[in-house]
């Protein structure tokens, strides 16, 4: 890796391009490096484990919505729609808005943890669609991937965005219109234009991951994809982005980031360098924030040891700076501790999460979150009793660059009204590389098969697994035999009934719906 050294330039000092991150990014994504063996297995495990979430996702509201916006946007020879089968076809960038939704309602796929966090396999619907529309090959879709992994996580690793109250979807916005341009063989100078562009429009606050968590969460990723998907498309028309983008004196760095006076190493492979940074994300077996793995499975054995949960006094969790302050009580969200809040609320308050990973020993992308089991009066007593505090050892170990040392669990105290103490700890989660079940491809196909079971016809499951596992041999304009057929008796629909009602006209969709208004 060679690190990068990016500082805000005041435009009297104009920054020549080759100096700039943007155009190094460029460089790494025009690289024609090969991809390697492990990188390439990884790749498919992921396009398994979005496929996983978003099939399990296919009937929740936002992703009703995002799914009928897409297909209000139809398009011969366009990419395809999740759960739609493969003669349904949409404009690549609705595609990405639509598919990217439905991977990240769940919260349930993959992430890297380090100055800034992210779900690097949001990076896949937006290069797939893209690599479907233009009719690009399985080899061509990995290749992307690669790149489109590699750039967020390298932008991760180097660059925090929370810290100063921007989403992290900022580093997704380049890193799809990196592995776009890859995919495409695009040259360095349209793949610069198209990063600029992609990060001018995808910086947002945080809000929308604060307080009351809304369905945007889902839709943040996919509107930064979307974004990507445009920008490329404008710059493989000719146009031009905002520059130096992260570099110039009115940059995103300047006054969106550390200031004036910052200063990023930033890390990115060298010419000839295999794109490896894939190998150092991991996926999630519980669908809840990936720092909440390890303290879940934590749970599972300590409360084994608790009969009555009346009898305990008090829960402390230690951990890291970012756990504490982001999903913790170091928060300071009442909503964390409120059982009327969201879904997308309780799977950001680690204190929920140990409360029902305690009683139950188990966990249920639905059933953990349901509004039920989130009001039940003995989970809400011992969920009130539960509290954070930031450890240094464990912030040490998050921001760890020696992979066999980088972890983000923490420490369970658990002190009984009698004044026993139960107390344990675990630094990496069960399918943590380094945990007690590292995950395989036998368990990526698990969790596609137990996620789709019931919504994905057996037949077209195999089907799909047979599919996705020959990727590097799928031709080019075979991309879509990844598509996955539901019946249609089982893909519920979201329209503007009752919104929108414009005389006899019921349009499926808002944009539909302006569309007869205007008409009319």
């Known amino acids: 890796m060679q690190y990068h050294d990016v500082r805000v330039h005041p435009e009297s000092d104009r920054l020549p391009r080759p100096e700039q ?77 639509a598919n990217g939704t439905a991977v990240r309602e769940l919260d349930f796929h993959d992430t890297f943890l380090a100055e800034e966090y992210s779900h690097p396999g949001d990076n896949i619907p937006g290069i797939l669609a893209v690599a479907q529309q233009c009719r690009r090959s399985g080899a061509d879709l990995i290749r992307g991937a690669a790149t489109g992994y590699e750039i967020q996580i390298d932008l991760a690793r180097a660059i925090c965005l929370h810290k100063h109250k921007i989403d992290h979807v900022a580093h997704l916005g380049p890193s799809v219109a990196a592995g776009i341009g890859t995919l495409m063989r695009l040259p360095p100078a349209v793949i610069y234009q198209a990063i600029g562009q992609a990060l001018h429009v995808t910086t947002a606050t945080r809000q929308s991951r604060k307080g009351e968590i809304s369905s945007w969460k889902a839709y943040a990723p996919a509107h930064a994809s979307k974004m990507a998907v445009e920008a490329v498309d404008r710059a493989m028309m000719g146009e031009t982005s905002p520059t130096p983008i992260y570099e110039g004196e009115d940059g995103v760095i300047a006054w969106m980031l550390d200031g004036k006076n910052a200063h990023y190493r930033v890390p990115l492979p060298e010419m000839g360098e295999p794109k490896r940074a894939i190998l150092s994300s991991f996926t999630k077996e519980h669908s809840a924030e990936y720092q909440s793995q390890a303290l879940i499975d934590l749970a599972f054995r300590m409360g084994q040891k608790i009969k009555n949960w009346d009898d305990v006094d008090d829960v402390l969790i230690e951990t890291s700076h970012h756990t504490h302050y982001v999903i913790g009580t170091g928060s300071n969200d009442p909503q ?9 609320t309780l799977d950001h308050s680690i204190m929920y999460i140990v409360a029902v990973a305690l009683q139950d020993g188990s966990w249920h ?95 077209e499951a195999e089907r799909f697994l047979d599919i996705v596992q020959n990727l590097p041999n799928l031709k080019a304009g075979e991309l ?33 719906a302006i569309s007869t208004a205007l008409a009319s």
């Open 480 to 512: 879509h035999m990844l598509e996955i057929a539901i019946p249609e008796r089982d893909i519920r629909q979201n329209t503007a009934e009752g919104i929108f009602n414009f005389g006899q006209a019921k349009p499926a969709t808002v944009t539909a």
């Open 336 to 344: 964390k501790f409120d059982p009327q809040a969201s879904r997308e």
């Open 365 to 459: 992308h639905v059933h953990s979150y349901a509004p039920e089991r989130a009001r039940r009066p003995d989970t809400v007593r011992l969920w009130r009793k539960i509290h954070t505090i930031e450890k240094p050892e464990w912030t040490q170990r998050y921001h760890e660059t020696d992979p066999d040392k980088k972890a983000f669990g923490g420490r369970i105290v658990i002190r009984m009204k009698d004044g026993s103490v139960i107390a344990d700890e675990l630094a990496v989660a069960n399918a943590h590389t380094l945990g007690a079940t590292p995950w395989q491809r036998a368990d990526y196909i698990r969790k596609f098969q137990t996620l789709s079971e019931g919504i994905v016809p057996h037949q």
């Open 21 to 97: 991150l943007a155009w190094k990014i460029a460089q790494v994504a025009a690289d024609p490096v090969p991809v390697e063996a492990a990188v390439t297995d990884m790749i498919i495990n992921r396009l398994i484990d979005n496929a996983s979430v978003a099939m399990a996702s296919v009937n929740r509201h936002s992703v009703m919505s995002a799914r009928a916006e897409a297909l209000a946007h139809r398009r011969e020879g366009g990419a395809t729609v999740f759960g739609m089968g493969p003669n349904v076809r949409v404009h690549a960038e609705w595609a990405a808005w």
